[in-house]
């Protein structure tokens, strides 16, 4: 993070701000928003899952470093069917041997050729893909694919585009979605622009076509379609 940016933010992270609603949040990752509320802030007989960033009660919003974790959450119920105890029981995992906040965000990642999974915290390599009792391989390795990282760690995401998309991204795809805390406060953005897919979303429910957002913004057809994928407006008709 640029100097800058913590100047904006006065002092704080900005990846530790709760910047997200559950909606855009539930987006970038594919899943309900119910099912995402449930994971943060609990439910009827179902204690929540995530730290929430200081002061998302006040805003009603998540913050960067929660939106990877959710994700990482999502990928294992979803690709590995993995039980929420189960999930609840390596982040105690996490909790115990990595102290600080969000070990999955803060802390260098790794997979091995052996499939093990380390993170890296004060020079020390931990083993969580053993003590976590998890398949965090294919997880790690997906979520890396779908970050940007840098000297603190990951720093931007590329969401998934619509629910459907299950294959993880290979190095060479292109990621026409980018969720990044330096940028637009964070709004999901199309990559390389600061334009927000709700701009997108507002525009074509307001009338406008593809093509006449195309030439606005000097865009190609398949950047304004992917913005509307992404915010599930009429796909049918968009795509």
């Not at 960033?53 to 959450?73: D, Q, Y």
């Not at 990044?180 to 507002?202: L, S």
């Not at 093509?211 to 992917?226: F, N, Q, T, V």
Request: charged share 25%; net charge negative; hydrophobic share 40%.
């Amino acid at each position: 993070m640029t100097a800058a940016a913590y100047d904006i933010y006065e002092g704080r992270d900005p990846r530790d701000i709760p910047a997200y609603s559950f909606r855009e949040v539930a987006l970038s990752i594919g899943v309900p928003t119910s099912t995402l509320r449930a994971w943060c802030i609990g439910q009827s007989n179902f204690k929540p899952v995530l730290v929430l960033a200081e002061g998302w009660n006040e805003f009603h919003a998540l913050s960067f470093f929660n939106l990877i974790e959710a994700n990482v959450i999502a990928e294992l119920r979803r690709e590995h069917g993995v039980k929420m105890s189960r999930v609840r029981t390596a982040l105690e995992f996490l909790a115990d041997n990595v102290p600080v906040a969000h070990p999955l965000v803060q802390t260098e990642l790794s997979v091995t050729p052996n499939q093990r999974v380390y993170i890296v915290y004060e020079g020390k390599r931990i083993d969580i893909s053993a003590g976590g009792q998890w398949p965090l391989d294919s997880v790690v390795r997906n979520l890396l694919r779908r970050v940007h990282r840098g000297r603190r760690g990951i720093l931007a995401f590329f969401p998934r585009v619509s629910p459907a998309e299950q294959a993880p991204m290979s190095d060479d795809d292109y990621a026409p979605i980018v969720v990044d805390p330096e940028i637009c406060f964070g709004r999901p953005i199309i990559t390389g622009t600061g334009i927000p897919t709700d701009v997108i979303a507002d525009r074509w429910l307001g009338g406008d076509s593809v093509k006449k957002m195309a030439e606005d913004y000097d865009l190609s057809e398949e950047h304004i379609r992917a913005a509307l994928r992404f915010e599930r407006v009429r796909e049918t008709d968009a795509a």
